[in-house]
């Protein structure tokens, strides 16, 4: 399994073995120049790991919500090696990826958040297995806690102090993640190993759209919208995430 994340202020690729053993992995902040820094860092993982691409069996990759240009670098680099050589490719948000590391407390709720500027976040709720409570969703930081159930909370994601200072307001028991801020191929990798294991490779042939969670400000003529999978996002848009 070779997984990797341009989607946003970070740039990472991880491969797992068979048994879902960490072969090879690693990890940079990004927040610009993705495009020319991912195949030159697939290609050291792969030194890393002894592996040639011949070898990978399997992909997965960031959807969003992340930065428009690093977004489309990854899934078109995926898709592409998908492609060419027959593989499944699993999508995974980068919501999941970074609330998969954190460990809750009993009776906390976990909330992957970002930061979407104009006083919004991207958020997502999941309980202390990692399962998913709400949809990825784009919402006001006032209206925020309306969407996060439970009243002990562990935040995570670049959004997560936004977050925090309004549940706190709210009443609610917070605390901050020691996880990462940004997605890490590393458990993209192993989200998408257990999807794969669970649901087979052939639920994975079709290639992964982006995730979009906020209409573009961009207009065709006649006030049309741009196809959705070619909408930039603004905010996503901007190269710091």
Do not use: C, N
Not at 69 to 82: D, E, N, P
Not at 164 to 172: D, I, P, S, T, Y
Not at 212 to 231: N, Q
């Amino acid at each position: 399994m070779l997984a990797f994340d341009t989607a946003q202020g970070a740039l990472s690729a991880a491969i797992l073995g068979e048994e879902g053993d960490v072969l090879a992995h690693r990890f940079e902040a990004r927040t610009r120049g993705h495009a020319e820094a991912l195949m030159p860092l697939v290609e050291a993982v792969l030194a890393d790991a002894g592996l040639a691409l011949e070898a990978i069996g399997a992909l997965a990759v960031t959807v969003g919500p992340g930065t428009f240009t690093g977004l489309r670098v990854g899934l078109a680099a995926a898709r592409g090696i998908a492609l060419a050589r027959a593989l499944p490719l699993v999508g995974v948000t980068t919501l999941e990826a970074v609330a998969a590391p954190v460990e809750a407390l009993p009776g906390e709720t976990i909330a992957a958040a970002f930061d979407a500027r104009r006083d919004e976040i991207y958020l997502q709720a999941f309980d202390a297995a990692h399962a998913p409570l709400s949809e990825p969703m784009l919402v006001a930081l006032e209206d925020a806690a309306a969407h996060v159930p439970g009243k002990a909370v562990v935040i995570a994601g670049t959004g997560a102090e936004l977050l925090a200072a309004e549940l706190k307001a709210r009443g609610l028991s917070v605390r901050l993640a020691g996880a990462a801020p940004q997605p890490d191929a590393l458990w993209i990798a192993r989200i998408a190993y257990a999807r794969l294991a669970a649901h087979g490779p052939d639920r994975f042939r079709a290639p992964p759209a982006p995730l979009y969670l906020r209409a573009p400000d961009a207009k065709l003529p006649g006030g049309r919208d741009p196809a959705p999978d070619s909408a930039q996002d603004p905010a996503e848009g901007d190269a710091r995430p």
